[in-house]
């Protein structure tokens, strides 16, 4: 995965959800580089990093604040309003397809997922990613970064 995706993938956390298993994700402004970390460090038995390898990566960050910039997650209300952006916008010439969309939106992105046709979920994905890589890049200017995506 490039930079630039796992970039935008790490924007779109959602607090809400990593409460059980929370992560905190890191750019490196010396270098590009997108890390990861738990609170916890004995929380990672759930993923491919030990908990010594968590404690280093935890205490490098906090030890150089000022090189590491903290990623900012995406609230559930965010998440939920960039689904109702989508279905306001003209995502499609059909009609029929948007209404259909907007019907079986019940305030469960998940359930919405489940209840959309294909075409539909596949074009929110491409509009939440455009929305994602916008607000990433924002963030990145307001901290005086130019985004170089490889």
């Not at 905190?24 to 460090?41: R, V």
């Not at 279905?87 to 397809?97: H, I, M, R, Y």
């Amino acid at each position: 995965m490039n930079g630039y995706s796992f970039f935008v993938d790490a924007f779109e956390q959602d607090p809400n959800f990593a409460d059980l298993l929370p992560e905190c994700y890191y750019l490196d402004t010396e270098t590009g580089e997108i890390i990861s970390f738990f609170e916890d460090d004995e929380a990672p038995d759930v993923s491919d990093i030990t908990p010594e390898e968590n404690r280093e990566v935890r205490t490098r960050v906090e030890a150089s604040p000022e090189r590491y910039l903290e990623i900012p997650g995406v609230s559930q209300s965010e998440h939920h309003a960039v689904l109702q952006g989508f279905l306001e916008s003209d995502w499609t010439d059909d009609e029929e397809a948007k209404e259909k969309a907007r019907r079986v939106y019940n305030r469960s992105i998940g359930d919405w997922k489940m209840s959309a046709d294909s075409n539909a979920e596949s074009a929110y994905l491409a509009y939440r990613y455009e929305v994602a890589k916008k607000e990433a890049e924002d963030f990145l200017r307001e901290h005086g970064i130019e985004p170089i995506w490889k």
